[in-house]
């Protein structure tokens, strides 16, 4: 199984990028040339040079730091908000699909009503209503998450529940907590991996999304959707901070889907190659 | 067929109905006073308080929610609070330009998206293969609003084809072309780039089928079964979930239609929000829901038409 993903050229490139990023995210105060929040009203909007290599914004700040701080808030949205919704679409999925009946009924049901919603429309509507705070987009985007984890667990579990596995542990009496974590959980796991892997990219987006809106973590806070819509107001003089702080947004989100994909080919050989 | 689209049609209902509550719960819960934001912080206390009773604003939540329901039932979306028009009357007249916009990128997305996804398939492999791969990627990693700027950046501030921003006049094709040639450009990749893939993996698919091997082992030529027997079972799937694109693009065409300055959905959504303009608010995200509900529906049924395996029961 590993050999398959080490073989993948793709996968691997996308998790050394992916590395890279983290790097620089936990490393941040000390690879970050100057103070992200440092302003200098002298030299504004430079463009790249010695000092400043991607040059300065509308307030002075040097560019390349704010871009390595930025790193920071897409990485924990990206992935604390994927954890949340994993961990609550997994167990409603799984809640859903072991119990049945009426229970079933009324999760899948409130998953289709929270599906009604495009997920940027519902993610702009609870970050308006709870306020944008980091823990509160974390928040909103694990609800937006939900529903596709929740859905993608529940139907792996019916086909898991029907196998003959399941029919023999539960013929030898093994309790129902026992048959869902011991027997189908390992099961389905690689799938909901596979999402989540793919789905870190999708949250990073969102949050891009959101913060281009003015609805993400509050200025003067650096993170690269803020730093796209402070550069679109001075779009002509200083086309690089939005095409610089987009660039990483879009190679984040390109090295998580090449792991996705390379994930995917390693849990699921019959689509290697496809 | 008459019978199970009538069914799904009445489940819808309810989930509509559902939808609706939470709009309101949610609209609810928003922070600020709806009355001050429309009168502004200088406003006086009596000056407020009539215009929260006005608005209804002082009955209690379960008579407000009555009223919202019935008004609805009524077609009647109400005042926008801060603009005072009525806000069907909004909604209608920016809905052409959603539309249009996300059914141009659909349509982009089939235009470039299946033959690229054919050659890719045919060649698998080579370097035709690669590029496909490379290509569809980026266009499943680049968000839209900065694919957006990239374009505004080369072809109206560099090259000065197009139109920065706005929408031009809807009826005047030249004016409304040139508008939404870069959104839909922007919109379109992603959608190329699902298309792409999926033409891909499905024509792979069907390669191997048993039926397949037959008409390779009665001879007939690789061209002949490419567009007799595998493009037609592959590209069924692919475009009956056409209405499914359309869902997941009317959502991203929020960020488009911001980044342009076109009018639309997206555009009177966001604006709604930063003025605390509820009646707006709640109508628009109705109105989203309606629509996804509403191209679910069409897509499950067009899918159903075009595979007679799906049975009705």
């Known amino acids: ?274 | 067929m008459f019978q199970y689209a009538m069914r799904r049609i009445l489940i819808s209902v309810p989930i509509l109905l559902v939808v609706l509550t939470l709009v309101f719960v949610v609209v609810r819960v928003l922070p600020g006073d709806p009355a001050v934001a429309a009168l502004g912080d200088q406003a006086s206390k009596e000056a407020v308080d009539a215009l929260r009773a006005k608005m209804g604003l002082n009955d209690p939540l379960w008579l407000q929610y009555l009223k919202f329901l019935g008004s609805l039932c009524r077609g009647d979306l109400g005042t926008s609070i801060i603009s005072g028009f009525p806000v069907a009357a909004q909604i209608a007249s920016v809905v052409p330009f959603t539309l249009e916009l996300t059914f141009l990128a659909v349509f982009l997305g089939y235009l470039f998206g299946i033959p690229l996804g054919i050659s890719a398939a045919v060649r698998r492999n080579s370097f035709v293969d690669y590029f496909n791969r490379v290509f569809s990627l980026l266009g499943l990693s680049v968000p839209a609003f900065y694919l957006g700027i990239l374009l505004i950046l080369v072809f109206s501030v560099k090259l000065r084809i197009f139109p920065v921003v706005g929408g031009g006049e809807f009826w005047d094709l030249e004016d409304n072309l040139t508008h939404v040639a870069l959104p839909a450009l922007a919109l379109g990749m992603m959608m190329t780039a699902y298309v792409t893939r999926m033409t891909r993996s499905s024509i792979l698919d069907i390669m191997r089928e048993d039926y397949v091997r037959t008409a390779h082992s009665k001879g007939l030529s690789d061209r002949k079964i490419l567009y007799k027997h595998v493009l037609r079972n592959a590209l069924i799937p692919i475009v009956a979930l056409g209405g499914l694109y359309v869902v997941v693009l009317i959502g991203s065409s929020v960020m488009v239609e911001i980044v342009f300055s076109r009018p639309g959905l997206g555009k009177l959504l966001v604006g709604a929000i930063k003025q605390r303009d509820y009646t707006t608010l709640q109508s628009v995200m109705v109105f989203y829901a309606f629509l996804v509900v509403a191209f679910n529906l069409i897509t499950e049924l067009a899918y159903g038409l075009v595979d007679p395996r799906i049975k009705y029961n």
């Not at chain 1, 049901?109 to 009604?116: A, F, K, L, T």
């Not at chain 1, 095409?243 to 879009?250: A, E, F, K, N």
Request: glycine share 10%; proline share 5%; aromatic share 8%.
């Open chain 1, 1 to 274: 199984m590993w050999l398959a993903f080490l073989r993948n050229r793709t996968a691997i490139a996308g998790a050394a990028i992916a590395v890279l990023i983290f790097m620089t995210a936990i490393f941040a105060p000390w690879i970050a040339p100057y103070d992200p929040l440092d302003q200098d009203p002298i030299f504004r909007l430079e463009p790249g040079n010695q000092e400043h290599w991607l040059g300065t914004d509308d307030f002075g700040r040097d560019v390349l730091s704010r871009l390595i701080w930025g790193s920071r808030i897409s990485l924990v949205i990206g992935f604390a908000s994927v954890l949340i919704g994993m961990i609550a679409g997994t167990a409603l999925g799984m809640i859903a699909g072991y119990y049945r009946g009426r229970v079933e009924t009324l999760i899948m049901r409130g998953i289709d009503v929270v599906m009604s919603f495009p997920d940027l429309i519902l993610a702009v509507a609870i970050t308006a209503a709870l306020g944008a705070t980091l823990v509160n987009l974390v928040i909103t985007l694990g609800i937006v998450m939900t529903p596709g984890f929740a859905r993608m667990a529940h139907s792996a579990l019916l086909s898991m529940r029907e196998r003959e596995f399941v029919l023999a542990a539960q013929s030898i009496g093994a309790r129902d907590r026992r048959i869902i974590f011991k027997h189908i959980f390992p099961n389905i796991f690689g799938e909901l991996l596979v999402a989540a892997t793919l789905w870190v990219g999708v949250a990073i987006r969102l949050e891009a999304n959101l913060a281009f809106i003015g609805l993400g973590v509050q200025p003067p806070t650096p993170t690269w959707g803020n730093m796209i819509r402070e550069g679109v107001d001075v779009l002509i003089n200083a086309p690089g901070i939005s095409v610089y702080s987009g660039l990483c947004i879009l190679v984040t989100i390109l090295a998580f889907n090449m792991l996705g994909d390379g994930v995917r080919d390693m849990v699921d050989p019959r689509l290697r190659g496809i």
